[in-house]
């Protein structure tokens, strides 16, 4: 059913810092890996070696930033995949059921075997999570790797989303939203995590953390020298070896 | 209503990953990741990092992970290929492998018979240059070289003349305990993973990052301060830092004096000996011990050097290192004031940038309760910490002024006293290494007898150059010549055009394995691809043979009249070793293997098992038996059995009978297994005591012996101040009996100063700075690997065209909007191109992601494909030679000292394109594919 | 947003279709016999070619049955029982005007009403959609309902209320246009609440995340030129409203030309006003693609 639980026992999700994101794409072809290989029909190209479109669950912006405040501009590598939404517009308007959010740990899926490929909850979601695959013509979008993070046949320190296991950064974190316990919900009290377009009421669970404030030093520091020429300089040489 | 719900996956879904794990080493890069394999049904499945690697502990980028699809791109050559139509028109026909081997002995034998420098064999980035050269010098040729010389000799020459040691690979930030990085001029480099994970850590401990670089991305993106520093005058900045600090005394007095040869005394007397360093019988260079005033050798037990000592012998006034350095450094020509215009970054930043430097390293200072005996035999109860550390790549090594900007980078580090300390940087065994620990280049040549010695090494002083006894070159790529007196790493930049120029001659084969050298790794790709067919007035090609061995369907193998087609990287041994590039971590020594996890499906073969079988036909000296049968089977057999010297082989790990000895120890017929049974490496662990200040470190020095890694100890002093370029000066200053020629005298004076120095990059100053007023940069894409990433299916979605990138001002000057295209002028050329706005970049800029333009027909990809149509090289405005000078000379374009290409000197002119072409301009026709084209869908996935 | 030909039609027909139905309902015009089945049959014709239609959308055809399973929450699916229920109401009706020369008046409105509400709940599909600001308003099914109850006039020669339905909806067009315009520009939803970065300063995109093409480009960032949408509302506008309204009045004596000729007129105005209600629609994740 595609109504939304009215609460989930966990909210697992990602927690994405984009203070530390150095826009490597790692995150964006592992997903790809991982998913094309297991969950549901793999995530196909089409015109693979021409002009290609693929299906992809996670991708990888670039942004500049002129900050209000002055300065250089700054640039901002932006991962987006799907951000498991509390009030997930996508679930609610999925008219065959296929669609739908997981009351124990607020995953939201689709699940392909019902999918009619309508595209309406691509519709319906803000952040461009979900991708129709042109080969199979269903639904595709990031399943929080739920076909890892319990998986006994992975080593328990691999029950982690595919991304995750493979960024180079440490840029993504994967935990219970929930539980203000958890190391990611710390991390996103520390660092001041954000919703994205909050305005639209989704509620997302993944959280993103904000780049840290950029180009601050203070250039009115300087050194103070212990001499102005070569000649003054040798004498504070023998001076401080002296000391030594 | 009821709902026909389907079946949902489980709630705590456990399906099975894989039938099996098999665990080897990633290619998509040279960074040599670990990964596990996983296979279904005896393909390959998924590929993720392997977390007991050391060095990524279980990350991959994204290349990494999509190596399923460079495993599987239908770019994959099928077959040896012998050239049916003319040069360049991808016209093959499929041999065997007998057939091949049999025409690559036909022209070969007889060029080992009567000229062996008649065989030029130079090699790209492949990693197993211990072996390509060993085979190079049973043959005979001087003519052996790697790709360094165009990608990053500066970096790692300076480094080693310097410090016995280079950034590159071969060292790394001290991640754990660094407050302050700074990172000059780095897009990605080699140790992808490694400065990715270094970054997060530094990050997450609250350190500090400061990007230099004219633009902002990737890791300059995540940077705390960017200085988008104008290309080419690092070498200031960094001299400018240099003034402050030590104006301010802000730099490591005690280390100086222990540590480095600041404390050497230099000859202040006109004539021969001018500028040389004051040494004993021994020739170990002397210092003055503080307290009782004498002249001791350095390592002398308890001397305490005098960095402020002036001695007199026989007339002739010698004074200390520190003493030239002072006076050079505080001079007001390196004042921030003076150097701000030039560099783009302000007076004040600079100083604000030094200060901070300077508080974090000795206000912020480390202690670590860890005892450690240098080679002095004084014990230290502590170790100090200087926790600023700094990292740099090809922004600074690829200009012509390179070789002095790395080498005026580690004398800052030097001079902070944060090399080999806690919180700075930090070597990867086996260095650090002295030169001395270093061949010296070799090029004594003979028919049917191997070379005299290795072909690269760290000439010394103009006696180690390769020169003829003519005087000219005896390496066709010049290298170690009075143009380029230290190119350790050969010039593969240059063969090319030498080779078809004949000059310093001719050759009759060249042979080329792994490097792109008809498209993106020349500069000049039209006039390079002209030069490959060429023909003389008999109406052979002036370069009479080209073998090459490439794996895939690149531009290059069109050029080619015989290919040698490689495995990929999941169906081969390979050898990561430490004779070679190592993938050691600071506190351990590590190599690796690559082993076949599964077999090729075509016919194909690892290329040093072909020079196993090609070596032994040709009956090189080391390649065959004593009764002249082949003697390794393939390149596994080698990598097992072959010993460099008694004891020491390919593989470090697991040696011995029974495999229970490290570093040295007897052949293991079990090794690859022993190998890969362990997850396809070996690490050797330092213990702590001799983690940091490891060149003057006993144990340190103790345990690279017992590793093989040193023959003995060998600690050394930092090269503040490097002598053998003040020979070369000398030799140009009219002493001694090698003279360079005259017309290079005023240069090498110039250049070769042995203290740092900064002088502008020659192509700015030969071209009219109004008429080319933009600097031109390229940058790796972290999601591509030069031209291989374009045949992953998956990458060339991420990087399928490349825009040039405009600033700004420019940008605005122009008019340009979205979709534009421009005209783009060099003095070299002109290219027409789409450009794209970026505002985090120097002014004066402009740049686009390197290698992503491809020549339609080549990796089987669609002529149509956007790689081909909007995609583009800078390469066409980058000449390998200079514009022309007053005296109509033309000059390579490189760094005068290492022979580095100096890819990014290039100045250019930019205008919008009124009327935009349909495609990206040069164009050139297609190649004929020889392995037709990829299939129009994908949807892989294995064993379901 | 990408705009579809199935949709286009399937919205454009479904509507006639319905409208069609809905004054049938009415009883007036009071058809019987073979008269009724012409009307009945284009009306059927028109809805049910429609829904076909929008099965054309699907990419995983075989699931569309079970489209009618989540009334509860989706418009769609809401959309599709109503379609179904609506036909079946009216089809007792129907039958007993063509068969049996009888009226089931409660039937017949109660069938009328059903047609408003399902062309209501298609346009829901779109007024729900808070990533596209240009539909998620109640001018999307006010004119739905509007051109439904216009179409259907139109058809069944309703001339006087077919001017004034005409007219009203005109300036309903019209409104809508400007007030999507407004709200296409001016809302809370821009690149700076998509990335969050809009804290720091003006966000703009540097590098996309793919040079290759995707489902999201072709079907969310679709783009057309401002020139091309005043020249097609300006076709659609008079193709709507201003010649039906021309043709209505010049043939005022002979509406049996008048009307069908209008109604030619207008679906055409209204293919063009729908193509624009899909082409001009922005997507909230335009903004992350700078679109
Ligand atoms: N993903 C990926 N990784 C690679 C490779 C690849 O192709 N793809 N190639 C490998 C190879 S062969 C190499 S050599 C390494 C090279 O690795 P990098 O050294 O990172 O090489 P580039 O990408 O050329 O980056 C040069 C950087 O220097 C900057 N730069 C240019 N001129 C100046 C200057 O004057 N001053 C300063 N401060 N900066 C400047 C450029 O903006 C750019 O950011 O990467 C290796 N790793
Ligand atoms: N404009 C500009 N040009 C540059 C640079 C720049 O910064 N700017 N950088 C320069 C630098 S530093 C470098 S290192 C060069 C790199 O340039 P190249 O050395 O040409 O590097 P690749 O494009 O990676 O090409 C290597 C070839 O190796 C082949 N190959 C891949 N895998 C295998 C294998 O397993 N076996 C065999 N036998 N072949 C294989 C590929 O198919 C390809 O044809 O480019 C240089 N060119
Ligand atoms: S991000 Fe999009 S797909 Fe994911 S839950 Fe939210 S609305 Fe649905
Ligand atoms: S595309 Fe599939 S999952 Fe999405 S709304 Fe339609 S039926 Fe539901
Ligand atoms: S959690 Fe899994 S599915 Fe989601 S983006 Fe990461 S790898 Fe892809
Ligand atoms: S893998 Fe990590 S660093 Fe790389 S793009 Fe993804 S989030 Fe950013
Ligand atoms: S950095 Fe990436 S491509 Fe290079 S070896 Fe490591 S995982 Fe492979
Ligand atoms: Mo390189």
Redesign the pocket.
């Known amino acids: 059913m595609t109504t939304l639980p009215t609460q989930t026992d966990k909210k697992l999700g990602l927690v994405i810092d984009l203070d530390t994101c150095v826009g490597c794409h790692g995150c964006v072809t592992s997903c790809k890996g991982w998913n094309t290989q297991n969950y549901g029909v793999p995530l196909s190209d089409k015109d693979a070696y021409g002009d290609p479109s693929g299906t992809f669950l996670n991708r990888v912006h670039s942004y500049e930033v002129q900050p209000d405040t002055g300065g250089a501009a700054q640039t901002i590598h932006f991962p987006r995949s799907c951000l498991h939404c509390e009030d997930a517009p996508c679930v609610t308007v999925c008219p065959t059921g296929a669609s739908y959010k997981r009351e124990e740990d607020g995953i939201v899926l689709v699940n392909e075997n019902d999918c009619m490929g309508c595209g309406l909850c691509a519709w319906a979601c803000p952040y461009g999570a979900r991708e129709l695959d042109a080969l199979a013509g269903v639904m595709k979008k990031c399943t929080l790797c739920v076909d890892r993070i319990y998986n006994e046949n992975l080593p328990e320190e691999d029950r982690i989303p595919a991304c995750v296991r493979t960024c180079p950064a440490g840029a993504r974190h994967f935990g219970d939203l929930g539980d203000p316990n958890s190391d990611v919900s710390k991390l996103v009290a520390e660092r001041g995590g954000m919703d994205l377009m909050p305005e639209l009421g989704t509620k997302p669970v993944n959280k993103y953390l904000p780049p840290r404030p950029k180009d601050t030093l203070d250039c009115s520091q300087s050194l103070e020298p212990v001499a102005t020429e070569a000649k003054g300089f040798l004498g504070w040489l023998d001076k401080a070896l002296e000391k030594l | 209503m009821g709902a026909t719900a389907g079946t949902r996956i489980g709630a705590r879904p456990s399906p099975d990953v894989s039938d099996e794990v098999r665990q080897t080493t990633c290619y998509m890069?040279?960074?040599r990741c670990g990964i596990n394999v996983h296979m279904k049904d005896g393909k390959v499945a998924y590929i993720e990092g392997n977390r007991d690697h050391p060095v990524n502990k279980g990350v991959l980028?994204a290349?990494g992970s999509s190596g399923i699809m460079q495993h599987n791109a239908p770019s994959r050559l099928r077959a040896p290929l012998k050239r049916v139509g003319p040069r360049g028109s991808g016209e093959f026909e499929e041999i065997s492998w007998d057939e091949a081997l049999e025409i690559a002995t036909s022209w070969l034998k007889p060029i080992r018979e009567t000229n062996p420098e008649k065989l030029a064999f130079f090699t790209g980035?492949d990693q197993s240059q211990s072996f390509t050269s060993f085979w190079a010098q049973n043959f005979g040729t001087p003519n052996y070289a790697a790709?360094g010389g165009f990608?990053?000799v500066n970096m790692a020459a300076a480094g080693i003349y310097t410090m016995g040691g280079a950034f590159w690979e071969f060292g790394q930030p001290d991640w754990d305990r660094a407050k302050l990085f700074m990172i000059?001029?780095?897009?990605?480099?080699?140790d992808?993973n490694p400065i990715k994970m270094g970054i997060g850590r530094l990050k997450a401990n609250g350190g500090k990052i400061i990007g230099?670089?004219?633009?902002r991305?990737?890791y300059?993106a995540v940077a705390d301060e960017w200085?988008g520093?104008?290309?080419?005058?690092?070498g200031l900045f960094i001299l400018a830092l240099i003034h402050e600090l030590m104006k301010a005394g802000k730099i490591d007095l005690d280390y100086l004096s222990r540590y480095t040869n600041a404390p050497a005394f230099i000859n202040e007397s006109e004539g021969p000996e001018k500028g040389l360093l004051l040494r004993d019988e021994d020739g170990k260079v002397l210092v003055m011990d503080r307290k009782s005033k004498d002249l001791v050798p350095f390592d002398t037990k308890g001397v305490r050097p005098d960095l402020n000592a002036t001695h007199e012998r026989d007339g002739v006034t010698h004074r200390t290192v520190f003493h030239s350095m002072a006076t050079r450094y505080l001079d007001p020509q390196y004042a921030p004031e003076a150097v701000a215009d030039q560099c783009g970054v302000s007076a004040d930043r600079i100083k604000a940038i030094a200060a901070l430097i300077a508080k974090t390293a000795f206000d912020e200072a480390i202690e670590l309760d860890q005892p450690w005996t240098d080679f002095r035999g004084e014990t230290h109860d502590k170790m100090i910490g200087r926790p600023v550390t700094f990292h740099?790549?090809?922004?600074?090594?690829?200009?012509s002024n390179g070789f002095q900007t790395c080498r005026a980078l580690h004398v800052l580090q030097i001079l902070l006293g944060s090399v080999e300390v806690p919180g700075g940087f930090r070597f990867k065994p086996p260095y650090p290494k002295p030169v001395e620990a270093h061949p010296a280049p070799h090029c004594g040549v003979k028919p049917m007898s191997p070379l005299d010695g290795p072909h690269l090494g760290f000439v010394r002083g103009p006696e180690g150059l390769a020169l003829k006894e003519d005087g000219s070159p005896a390496r066709i790529d010049k290298a170690f010549t009075w143009e380029n007196p230290m190119s350790a790493h050969g010039l593969m930049h240059m063969v090319i055009a030498n080779a078809h120029a004949g000059d310093p001659y001719k050759i009759d084969t060249l042979f080329m394995y792994m490097a792109n050298m008809a498209w993106n790794s020349t500069m000049n790709t039209k006039g390079t691809i002209e030069m490959l067919t060429d023909k003389d007035e008999n109406g052979d090609y002036v370069i009479p043979h080209f073998i090459y061995s490439d794996a895939y369907s690149s531009e290059t193998v069109a050029y080619a009249d015989l290919v040698l087609p490689d495995t990929t990287y999941l169906e081969r041994h390979d050898c990561i070793s430490l004779l070679d590039r190592p993938i050691c971590e600071a506190d351990g020594a590590a190599d690796a293997i690559r082993w076949p996890v599964v077999e090729p499906d075509r016919d194909v073969r690892g290329f040093q098992s072909v020079l196993c079988e090609l070596g032994a036909r040709l009956d090189l000296p080391a390649f065959v038996n004593e009764d002249g049968s082949q003697k390794w089977a393939d390149y596994a057999d080698y990598i097992q059995t072959h010993q460099r010297k008694p004891g020491i082989g390919p593989l470090a790990g697991f040696r011995g009978e029974d495999g229970d000895q490290n570093g040295r120890g007897a052949p293991n017929p079990n090794q690859l297994d022993a190998y890969i049974e362990n997850g396809g490496f070996w690490v050797n662990h330092i213990e702590e005591e001799a983690q940091y200040f490891k060149p003057w470190n006993k144990a340190y020095q103790d345990w690279a012996v017992e590793i093989g890694i040193l023959d003995t100890p060998m600690p050394y002093l930092f090269q503040l101040y490097v002598e053998p370029m003040r020979k070369f000066q000398l030799a140009a200053e009219g002493h001694g009996d090698r003279q360079p020629p005259d017309h290079l005298r005023q240069r090498i004076k110039d250049t070769m100063d042995p203290l740092p120095i900064w002088y502008a990059p020659f192509e700015g100053t030969l071209v009219d700075e109004e008429e080319f007023p933009v600097?031109a940069?390229?940058?790796?894409?972290?999601?591509?690997?030069?031209s291989w990433?374009t045949q992953n299916a998956w990458l060339r979605q991420i990087h399928g065209r490349n825009p040039l990138y405009v600033p700004t001002k420019i940008w605005e000057a122009n008019g340009f909007k979205d979709g534009d295209w421009a005209k783009v002028t060099s003095h070299h050329g002109e290219i027409t191109v789409p450009v794209a706005h970026m505002a985090a970049l120097n002014d004066n800029t402009v740049?686009t992601w390197?290698?992503i333009g491809k020549r339609k027909g080549a990796w089987a990809l669609k002529e149509d494909a956007p790689e081909a149509t909007k995609g583009f090289l800078l390469n066409h405005l980058i000449h390998e030679l200079l514009p022309s000078r007053g005296d109509g000379m033309r000059w390579a374009n490189s760094d005068p000292i290492t022979g580095q290409a100096s890819?990014?000197d290039l100045k250019v002119r930019i205008e919008k394109s009124e009327a935009p072409p349909d495609e990206s301009q040069p164009a050139f026709p297609p190649i004929k594919s020889p392995v037709g084209q990829g299939p129009e869908d994908l949807a892989w996935e294995v064993g379901k | 947003m990408h705009p579809a030909p199935s949709v286009i039609f399937f919205t454009v027909s479904s509507g006639l279709g319905f409208g069609l139905l809905a004054w049938l309902g009415t009883g007036n015009p009071a058809v019987n016999g073979l008269s009724a089945f012409v009307m009945y049959f284009l009306g059927y014709g028109f809805a049910v070619g429609g829904l076909l239609s929008s099965v054309f959308h699907l990419a995983n055809k075989k699931n569309a049955i079970k489209a009618f399973s989540q009334w509860r929450t989706s418009w769609l699916s809401r959309e599709a029982v109503l379609s179904v229920i609506t036909l079946l109401t009216v089809a007792p009706y129907a039958i007993g005007r063509i068969f049996f020369d009888t009226t089931l008046e409660t039937l017949g409105l109660i069938g009328s009403a059903l047609c408003v509400v399902t062309v209501l709940s298609t346009s829901m599909i779109y007024a729900q959609l808070k990533t596209v600001p240009r539909w998620n308003n109640g001018f999307t099914p006010l004119l739905f309902v509007l051109y439904m109850i216009s179409g259907g006039a139109l058809f069944t020669d309703r001339v006087g209320i077919a001017v004034y339905l005409l007219i009203a909806l005109g300036i309903l067009q019209v409104l809508a246009w400007r007030d999507g315009d407004n709200r296409t520009v001016n809302n809370k939803t821009d690149m700076g609440t998509a990335t969050g970065l809009g804290r720091i300063g003006k966000v703009r995109q540097y590098e996309p995340p793919h040079t290759g093409q995707n489902y999201l480009l072709k079907e969310m960032a679709y783009q057309v030129a401002r020139k091309h949408v005043l020249k097609l509302r300006l076709i659609a506008f008079v193709a709507a409203f201003l010649l039906p309204i021309l043709a209505l009045m010049a043939f005022a004596d002979t509406p049996s030309f008048g009307a069908p000729m209008a109604l030619v007129f207008h679906l055409l105005g209204v293919l063009a006003s729908r193509w624009l209600f899909f082409a001009e629609a922005r997507h909230a994740v335009a903004n992350y693609y700078g679109r």
């Open positions: 890069c040279a960074c980028c290349k980035r790709h990608c990053s000059f001029g780095v897009a990605e480099d080699h992808s230099v670089n004219p633009i991305s990737g300059n200085v520093i104008t290309p080419g005058t690092d740099s790549m090809r922004g600074i090594s690829a200009h600097h940069l390229t940058q790796r894409p972290m999601a591509m690997y030069h990433g740049w390197n290698a890819w990014f």
